[in-house]
């Protein structure tokens, strides 16, 4: 078999599974947030929390109840982590002020960027009532805004987006914990450890000390995939054998993490009924997921071992990187930076695009969304008409809210990298100099801005300023585009819809499909195309 | 009827030298300002000025001289665009010119300047002198020459009462007397709209213009971190880059065409409407114009010519086809009717021979015409023989016939409902011979004739999404037919002033934008209720004032183009945003290079164009960014050529011509550049 064969055969062999799945689970994520019936559990949930859950909220009280929920997270994980050590469970471990806030910021932003080392800085409490717990909130907080961005472009005439609490809580405990616990068995059939062991010390052939850690590792291994999270339970992330053992769960972690976010764009077509719009989101996607995956998988066939686990290989570990990436995931089963200078590059471009190929959970879907409105409107012009999508006018709020959500990435990118990289405290902190390190100074803010987590590695990023820096970066990376875009969503949801007629420029075909793939391409390119030719560019040409 | 277009602009080439001065004063930064892109590039040229003042190289002065010929050839585009209205409003300008108004006061009149009436006051205007004011005729009527605002030379009729009333300041009173009400205060008449209109004074930025400068400055921002983040990297890659190269980068980069290139375009798109001599009262409307959903369209005038043309005869049975025609032409020949004119023609048509008597030999034979009146509702003429024929409505002659002694025959019903339900109207013919009963001889079709080409207009609208409905007074019947034969989309029949204001609230309700035309008192809640009303210069002054437009031809077929027009402004903008941004990746391949090859030679891989030398490459696309506003200036005046197509079709035509073309476009334009430059020395 060709090598082009093998790789077409594995990327389509991932479509595949992932065509398959997308419709079902799709048709499901469509049910659970369109349905009105609400369980007997979710009841006593909301009784509890006391919330009503017939009550629909407004945009901005939409957009305060996520405030406030992810701003009581992260205090209670900070708290919690700096607390460990009077806690059970935490086999003693500890984080600096600044670690403990940088990890808080990143759990709940579904970021999951860990300047700690998993296992030295994360005991088994913290690990399993603070991060797993974070990385359901934080994929459920996704899932729910990006409904409520989709409901305000399906309804028309209302000012009202749906509970926050209600989409929350159902997006957990109907999708992602029932999916998680399916996801885990499979895992630990797979190899995948699951235990409450205390560490244990054994000797190795050399003769020195070795602490094999135990913990429940298959439980958080399926929330990090399947939320789009990425935090690992090991340093080494899904690299270590007890997170990753072999080429079934390397396979089985790509399916998880590029699950929900390929689904997402089935429900979306739904829920505004219109099912080839979701179609033709999917298929961006796809072209830039998928091209990205290839474009990795070729400039990796070289076969360098440097970084990689011998269980994987090349082929394997530039498919992961890319799934990774283009999830927002920041899962890891190789070193990024011992890729090819151009497949980092890919890497690297794979988050600057914005992380919609297929992005997050929830986050991927919105951010399309984002890239939707700015295509239609550039483009929009271009047939005679006010450019208007899905029968929704595209005038100056919503291109002001649009521009917004996506300017916020690039501003934190440009200039935190450009502020670390003149700062001696933290341009001390690269691993070597020249091109390389510009990229992993780069990579890290794109990493933080974009919500991936994953690490080009090489950066000592455990120090007061880039902990406080790129934990800024991630809050507002975050949480700008979401007030954007909900609040672009509450006005369309109160616009009245324009009739589709000849006349209307058509979102679901292939030419625009082709035009929103230019310019997500052609906005990233002029946005990030200097840094990228300093970096990864240079580093490959010289 | 003598027409005299408007003046056709001059060349553009002379328009641009004449309006050099203007655009080297609106280098002004308080002028450059409100454009925040252009005003990007005046920050910019005036700091490379310094840096070239401080440290001249050939290099720095030539970019210092090619950022300020940037902003100087945007504001060229717009002082030209600006010109051509001018000139109009130059000539506007001196039908204003003081005119002494009569004043009607107590039991007389005084004469007071046209500047100081105010509203509600009565003017005397007599033959020969100018009206002073915009107001209603309420007293007499007289012939007006209207071309100082309509460039139509032929004089119109204004009469008090109905909806011909209106007359507008500064046309001219060729004959009688009249008294005019001023229903507009000074500095606010028509006239006075017109002229700060065509000047581009009162243009406002429209709803998309503002949005799509949000959409400019975002992309300006997101160029500006990128450029300002460049020098840090740089610095740690070990290549400080000098300011001017930042600066020159900066300006390549932001969306200079279509920021120099927008305000022209919305001048210009007025100035378009201007030129088919209708003015909208805002550029708001211009662009509703182009969103438009549904077109209600009057059917008289607009779809059909408005007279009735004979265009068949049915014979009943046992009557010659000839011996009805010739009975018609007959009881047709007095009767100066469009109706009754089109069946003499008709008839000549058809027997393609001279016709053997006509009026004026048959009067001096004797023979007695009678006329048409509302009463009898008949016409025709009563031979010196003694014999009589007669046309008209089928009851009225079947009841001549009847009261004759005659008896109408049975087919004839059957005829007259046939001819009815084809969307004409059925004329029935009589003639009694001397001495005997009077018979009927037939029925004459009269149709209401289409335009020609209709049909066609309607399926381009319809290709361009957009619905037209026929409003008319005709029963359902006759309207479903002209519909059906014009190919609208719907019609409404029995139409009332009321119906039509349901019928645009309706369309409205379903997120249509609706446009129409009116000219009556009774059309002006109609027309404020829709999205473009587009009022006739002949209606009155309440439809005018309700309208957002005015068509100074008074053709409601207009309506059409307005459309057009609406359609090509928005595209033109599209299209020279899409075309500006596409540029970019060309200057980046230029530009980034160039910056870097010093310290990572690898980089060359990514010059695709083979750029001389650093800085020619630098600077041909400076200058390319330059020149291309220059080259786009008659694109943006003239607009993008404008098909009515279907949205897909026109994003992939407009898509493959201004994306992949702007994408291409210059990588040629700054190889050439660069080829030329290297023929300078000192830059290599």
Redesign the interface.
């Known amino acids: 078999m060709t090598p082009a064969l093998s790789a077409g055969l594995t990327i389509g062999t991932i479509a595949a599974v992932l065509a398959i799945i997308h419709v079902p689970l799709g048709s499901w994520l469509y049910r659970v947030f369109t349905s009105p019936k609400h369980t007997r559990v979710e009841r006593l949930v909301y009784r509890l929390v006391g919330v009503n859950p017939e009550v629909e909220q407004r945009w901005s009280v939409y957009l305060l109840a996520v405030l406030a929920f992810s701003t009581v997270s992260i205090i209670g994980l900070w708290l919690l982590i700096l607390l460990q050590g009077f806690l059970p469970f935490s086999q003693g471990r500890s984080m600096n002020v600044d670690t403990a806030f940088n990890a808080a910021v990143s759990f709940v932003t579904n970021t999951n960027w860990q300047s700690y080392a998993g296992e030295a800085g994360a005991g088994y409490l913290v690990q399993a009532i603070g991060l797993t717990v974070q990385n359901f909130l934080s994929a459920g907080v996704g899932l729910a805004v990006a409904i409520a961005v989709v409901r305000g472009l399906a309804r028309e005439g209302t000012d009202r987006l749906g509970n926050f609490w209600v989409d929350l809580v159902r997006g957990t405990l109907r999708v992602l914990l029932p999916l998680a616990a399916v996801a885990a068995i499979m895992l630990v059939a797979g190899g995948v450890i699951q235990n409450l062991t205390e560490p244990t010390t054994i000797t190795s052939l050399t003769g020195g000390d070795q602490v094999i850690q135990g913990g429940l590792v298959a439980s958080q291994e399926a929330i990090k995939e399947l939320g789009t999270n990425g935090g690992g339970f090991f340093n080494a992330n899904s690299a270590h054998p007890f997170e990753n053992p072999n080429g079934w769960t390397n396979l089985l972690e790509i399916l998880l993490l590029l699950a929900i976010p390929s689904a997402l764009p089935y429900t979306y077509g739904r829920m505004v009924g219109d099912r080839r719009q979701g179609a033709a989101m999917v298929s961006v996607m796809a072209v830039l997921g998928f091209g990205a995956m290839a474009t990795m998988m070729w400039l990796e066939s070289v076969g360098s071992m440097e970084g990689k686990e011998q269980r994987f290989g090349p082929i394997w570990s530039a498919i992961f990187a890319s799934a990774t990436t283009g999830t927002s995931t920041g899962a890891v089963n190789s070193l990024h930076e011992s890729f090819q200078p151009l497949a980092g590059g890919v890497a690297l471009l794979n988050m600057m695009l914005g992380e919609l190929s297929p992005g997050g959970v929830g986050t991927g879907l919105y951010s399309m969304l984002v890239m939707v409105v700015?295509a239609v409107?550039?483009?929009?012009?271009?047939?005679?008409?006010?450019p208007e999508f899905l029968?929704k006018s595209?005038?100056?709020r919503?291109?002001?809210l649009a521009?917004l959500a996506?300017?916020i990435a690039?501003?934190l990118v440009?200039?935190g990298?450009?502020?670390a990289?003149?700062l001696p405290v933290s341009?001390g902190a690269l691993s070597t100099t020249?091109?390389h390190?510009?990229s992993e100074m780069l990579y890290a803010f794109t990493s933080a801005a974009n919500n991936n987590g994953s690490a080009f590695a090489g950066l000592s990023a455990d120090q007061p300023f880039l902990n406080i820096a790129l934990a800024f970066c991630m809050l507002l990376g975050r949480f700008v585009p979401i007030a954007a875009m909900l609040a672009l969503a509450g006005g369309l949801a109160s616009q009245?819809?324009?009739?589709v007629?000849?006349?209307?420029?058509?979102t679901h075909?292939a030419?625009?499909a082709?035009?929103l793939i230019?310019v997500i391409l052609?906005?990233a390119?002029?946005?990030?195309?200097?840094?990228l030719?300093?970096g990864s560019?240079?580093e490959?040409?010289? | 009827m003598s027409k005299h277009p408007r003046p056709s602009h001059p060349s553009l080439l002379i328009t641009a030298w004449q309006s050099l001065p203007l655009a080297a004063a609106k280098l002004d930064p308080r002028h450059v300002a409100r454009n925040p892109v252009m005003f990007v590039v005046w920050v910019a040229s005036a700091v490379t000025t310094v840096l070239a003042v401080v440290q001249p190289t050939l290099f720095a002065i030539s970019v210092a001289i090619w950022l300020w010929a940037t902003i100087l050839f945007a504001n060229l585009a717009e002082a030209i665009a600006e010109g051509r209205g001018k000139a109009q409003a130059d000539s506007l300008r001196k039908t204003r010119t003081q005119t002494m108004a009569r004043r009607c006061i107590d039991g007389g009149e005084e004469s007071v300047p046209g500047a100081e009436l105010r509203l509600g006051d009565r003017v005397v205007v007599e033959a020969g002198q100018v009206i002073p004011g915009d107001g209603d005729v309420i007293e007499g009527v007289a012939t007006i020459d209207e071309s100082a605002i309509t460039g139509e030379s032929a004089p119109v009729i204004r009469e008090a009462g109905g909806d011909r009333c209106a007359v507008t300041g500064g046309t001219t009173v060729l004959s009688d007397r009249i008294v005019v009400q001023i229903t507009a205060k000074p500095g606010e008449t028509f006239i006075d709209k017109m002229i700060s209109l065509v000047e581009g004074a009162a243009r406002q930025k429209t709803p998309n213009e503002i949005a799509l400068n949000i959409l400019l400055i975002t992309l300006t921002i997101i160029f500006l971190l990128a450029v300002m983040a460049l020098q840090p990297q740089a610095i740690y890659s070990g290549g400080h880059l000098s300011l001017v190269v930042l600066v020159a980068l900066l300006v390549c980069l932001i969306p200079t065409t279509i920021g120099a290139l927008l305000s022209a375009i919305g001048i210009a798109g007025m100035d378009r409407l201007v030129q088919h001599n209708v003015l909208a009262m805002s550029g708001r409307a211009v662009e509703a114009a182009g969103d438009v959903n549904t077109l209600l369209l009057d059917k008289t005038g607009t779809i059909t010519y408005g007279n009735r043309r004979a265009s068949e005869v049915y014979p009943l049975a046992g009557v010659e086809r000839a011996a009805l025609m010739g009975a018609a032409r007959l009881a047709s020949l007095a009767d100066l009717t469009p109706e009754g004119r089109s069946i003499v023609e008709f008839v000549a048509a058809e027997e393609n021979s001279e016709p053997a008597e006509n009026e004026l030999e048959l009067t001096q034979a004797g023979a007695a015409f009678v006329p048409f009146t509302a009463q009898t509702r008949m016409s025709g003429v009563d031979l010196p023989d003694g014999s009589q024929v007669r046309k008209g409505a089928g009851s009225a002659v079947a009841a001549w016939v009847r009261a004759e002694g005659g008896q109408p025959a049975d087919d004839l019903a059957a005829i007259v409902d046939r001819v009815s339900g084809l969307g004409s109207t059925p004329l029935v013919v009589a003639s009694r011979l001397p001495e005997s009963a009077p018979k009927v001889l037939g029925v004459v079709q009269l149709k209401d004739v289409v335009k020609p080409g209709m049909a066609d207009r309607f399926a381009q609208l319809r290709a361009m999404g957009i619905r037209t409905v026929m409003i008319t007074g005709d029963n359902p019947l006759t309207a479903k037919a002209i519909a059906a034969e014009a190919g609208v989309d719907d019609f409404l029949a029995e139409a009332t002033p009321e119906d039509k204001m349901e019928l645009i609230k309706a369309e409205q309700a379903g997120g249509r934008l609706v446009a129409m035309t009116g000219d009556g008192t009774n059309d002006a809640p109609a027309l404020a209720q829709a999205d473009v009303g587009v009022a006739m210069n002949t209606g009155t002054s309440a439809a005018k004032e309700a309208g957002n437009m005015v068509d100074l031809d008074s053709d409601p077929t207009k309506l059409i183009d307005i459309v057009a027009i609406g359609k090509q402004l928005l595209i033109t903008r599209g299209a020279l945003t899409t075309f500006s941004i596409a540029n970019d990746v060309a200057k980046y391949f230029a530009i980034i290079p160039a910056m870097f090859v010093g310290v990572f030679p690898g980089l060359q891989a990514l010059n695709p164009m083979g750029l001389h030398s650093p800085n020619t490459a630098m600077l041909s696309a400076v200058i390319f960014n330059a020149l291309i506003i220059l080259a786009l200036v008659p694109l943006a005046l003239r607009g993008v050529s404008y098909r009515p197509l279907s949205a897909s079709a026109m994003l992939n035509r407009n898509l493959l011509i201004y994306g992949l073309g702007g994408i291409i476009a210059p990588f040629i334009g700054i190889k050439i550049i660069d080829l030329l430059l290297t023929l300078l020395p000192g830059l290599g």
């Open positions: 700015l409107f550039i483009a929009g012009l271009m047939v005679g008409r006010t029968g595209i005038g100056s919503e291109v002001t521009a996506m300017l690039p501003v440009l200039l990298t450009g502020v990289l003149l341009a020249g091109p390190g510009l009245q819809r324009r009739p007629t000849a006349g209307t420029m058509p075909t030419s625009f082709g035009l230019a052609i906005l390119g002029l946005t990030y195309f200097p840094s030719a300093l560019i240079a490959a040409l010289s």
